[in-house]
Structures are given as structure tokens and as C-alpha cells.
């Protein structure tokens, strides 16, 4: 039985492709043994890897200066990763709206000092407790900085914003930490010059991090980073410097199939969105629960919400859990609750979600 999985990551994945993988675990395309045991090298995963690579620059219409990479690390590599091919002993911005761009924040900060370059905040909302995204006039970019850097869905605090015409207007390249709304939406790659992705959320299983770069940009790395960690040296080895993460890219292309077959990220973006808008109309209507953050910036991806009574929560847990509703206790630095909604949490999870909430206020306010 198939519990409705809340997750942020290692999330929920389609049905299908579970069952895909299932069935070709011994057996893949009759080659007698499972893709995951041959060779990265050979036919079998190359074909497999190129077909991600093809499929992803379909369903982001990603231009062919931008190169498509496929490496390990988590998105927490990215944070150091980034810096080190596109600092260039220069400064960077960096715009803090949550958690996670607070981490890249801090990674940077550390490493710039080796890596010969300067690291400023350009912008936080942390006064508003995360609630929002900043405006225009309450960034400070310096135009003459190597990259912005912002994470456009925080996975904790529930904050997404795509708004970033003001950054662009500068023309430095933005570099975005899409790891909880990749391919929830459609999204314009030319608006970014580096964009990362771990992609236990909404592209497979965890152990593979897309990186979609801009190919002009990469290359210059700061001269001590590992080969491994220069995008240029993997873009020029179709990401098989080293052994890549093979099971991952073939679950991750078996997603990206299941998604084409969804109608593509415009699809399932409406679906999304329906989504997130019963989740956000059943907690605002019933007075037992409260999320804060702004409406213009509600995460359609991961929608936190706390108990106005908190004495409920152990109970809302046991409770949800035992309606089969899984993994809704948010993340311990925010506390309360969050319900991670990807593309493959099927509408009707988040419809039973929706009919759990409203019983439970029922029953106890
Ligand atoms: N950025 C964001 C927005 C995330 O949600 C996460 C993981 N939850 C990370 C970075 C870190 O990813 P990883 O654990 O793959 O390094």
C-alpha cells in the first residue's frame, strides 16, 4: 500500500516509474543485467545519459550555449562549487530569503578569502522572519559583480519568487539554487547564468545535481578546484570526468519521460498550482493553523504551517501518520509542520491532506 508521502527530500516519486524501474532491475532492455551494473562508459548507460541530457533541454527549452550537467555533491557542493569556477577573485552577491541561500551565504563568506575574491549580501529578508522575498528597492547589487546568487524556493521557509527582472536589469549573471521547484514550472533559462539542483525532489532519487550553466562562464575556476569540480573539465566529458551516479540519472530520465508524458513543466504547473492553492485556502480558512509567509511568495513546492495550539501537534502527527499521510512534521528549525507538494504528489494526496486538516480542526477547536 502506497502511503501519501509529505517528504522535502528524498520526496515522493511517480508511481510509474517505480514500477519501471521495478521491472527492469534484472533485466534491462534484455541486456541481461541491470543498467546500474555495466559499465558508464558503454552503450547502454551513454544512450541513457544522453537521452536525460536531451530530454531535460526539452522540458526547460534550454539553449545550446548553456551546457547540462549531471554531477555529485548535493546542492551543498554547489554552494562552494559555484565560487570557486565563478568568483574569479572578484565579488559576488548573494540575497538571503531563507535557510538555504543563507547556507550558500555562508559558504561562500568562508571560502572567498582562499579563493582570492569578496562575498557580500546584497539583500535579506531575515528581519521579516522569512516571510517574503525582497523588493527592488531593498537590494544593494553591485553591478560589477561576478554572479547574484539566490535560491528562488526555500525549501524550510516555504518562499519562492521567479521575480527577478530588477537583478537582471544589472546584467550579472544569476545563479539560482532551484533544487525544490526545478521542473515545477516553466522558467526562461536566458534570465539565469547558472542554475543547481540537488534532485531528490522533483527530478529522482538523491545522489545526482544538475547543474545548467552558461558556457561562457566556466571557463576561468579559481586555480586550486578539484578537476571533478570544474564545470568546464565535466561539460567537456559529458559529466563522466569520473563514474556519475548511475542509478540516479537513469530513475532521473525515467522522471523526465514521466513528466513529458504529464504534458511537459506548463502542465504540470497548472496541476501545481491547483495544488498549492486548495493546500494555502484550507489552512487561511481554518483558524487552528496559520502559515506566514506572504502570499505574493507561498511556496507552491513546500507549504510550511504551524498549530495556533501547539499542544496539538503530537497528536496532528500520530494522527495524520495514521490516516496514512506521511512525514508532515517540519523541519526542526522552523518547527510546526510543512507539506512538500511535488510534481509526483498526486492530487489526490494533497485533496486527502486538505479533508484530514478540516477534520482534525473539527475535532479539536
Ligand atoms: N538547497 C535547497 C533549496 C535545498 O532544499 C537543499 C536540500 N533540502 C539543499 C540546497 C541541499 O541539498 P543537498 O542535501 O542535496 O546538498
Redesign the pocket.
Known amino acids: 500500500m502506497r502511503v501519501f508521502n509529505f517528504s522535502?527530500?528524498p520526496a515522493t516519486l511517480p508511481q510509474p516509474v517505480l514500477e519501471q524501474v521495478q521491472r527492469e532491475l534484472l533485466d534491462w532492455h534484455g541486456i541481461g543485467s541491470s543498467l546500474i551494473e555495466v559499465s558508464h562508459r558503454g552503450p547502454h548507460f551513454s544512450a541513457v545519459r544522453d537521452e536525460a541530457e536531451a530530454r531535460l533541454r526539452q522540458l526547460l527549452a534550454i539553449p545550446d550555449d548553456y551546457a547540462v550537467l549531471f554531477l555529485q555533491g548535493?546542492?551543498?557542493?554547489q554552494f562552494a562549487q559555484v565560487a570557486m569556477n565563478l568568483l574569479r577573485g572578484g565579488s559576488a552577491d548573494y540575497i538571503v530569503t531563507g535557510a538555504?541561500s543563507q547556507k550558500a551565504y555562508r559558504e561562500a563568506l568562508r571560502l572567498a578569502p582562499a579563493l582570492g575574491g569578496k562575498v557580500r549580501l546584497a539583500g535579506s529578508t531575515e528581519e521579516s522572519g522569512f516571510t517574503r522575498a525582497p523588493r527592488a528597492d531593498e537590494l544593494d547589487l553591485d553591478p560589477n559583480a561576478s554572479y547574484v546568487h539566490v535560491?528562488t524556493?526555500?525549501?524550510i521557509h516555504g518562499v519562492e519568487w521567479l521575480d527577478l527582472d530588477a537583478i537582471a536589469a544589472t546584467g550579472v549573471p544569476i545563479v539560482a539554487?532551484m533544487?525544490?521547484h526545478l521542473l515545477s514550472r516553466p522558467i526562461d533559462v536566458r534570465q539565469f547564468g547558472l542554475i543547481y539542483a540537488?534532485a531528490?525532489k522533483n527530478v529522482g532519487p538523491?545522489g545526482v545535481?544538475i547543474v545548467i550553466v552558461r558556457r561562457d562562464l566556466i571557463n576561468d575556476p579559481w586555480v586550486g578546484t578539484p578537476s571533478v569540480m570544474q564545470y568546464a573539465a565535466q561539460d567537456a566529458n559529458q559529466s563522466m570526468l569520473n563514474t556519475p551516479p548511475t542509478f540516479a540519472i537513469y530513475v532521473a530520465n525515467l522522471v523526465f519521460a514521466w513528466l513529458e508524458a504529464q504534458g511537459g513543466v506548463a502542465a504540470i504547473e497548472t496541476v501545481n498550482r491547483r495544488k498549492a492553492e486548495k493546500l494555502y485556502a484550507a489552512i487561511d480558512a481554518l483558524p487552528l493553523y496559520e502559515n506566514r509567509v506572504e502570499v505574493p511568495w507561498r511556496s507552491r513546492m513546500n507549504v510550511p504551517f504551524r498549530l495556533r495550539d501547539e499542544s496539538l501537534n503530537e497528536r496532528f502527527l500520530h494522527e495524520s501518520d495514521a490516516a496514512g499521510l506521511k512525514y508532515l512534521k517540519g523541519h526542526k528549525m522552523v518547527g510546526g509542520m510543512r507539506a512538500s507538494i511535488y510534481n509526483a504528489m498526486p492530487e489526490e494526496g494533497v485533496d486527502a491532506l486538505v479533508a484530514f486538516l478540516h477534520d482534525f480542526a473539527a475535532r479539536h477547536t
Not at 548535493?74 to 557542493?77: D, E, N, Q, R, Y
Open positions: 522535502a527530500g548535493g546542492a551543498t557542493l538555504w535560491c524556493n526555500e525549501t539554487d533544487s525544490s540537488g531528490q538523491a545535481t
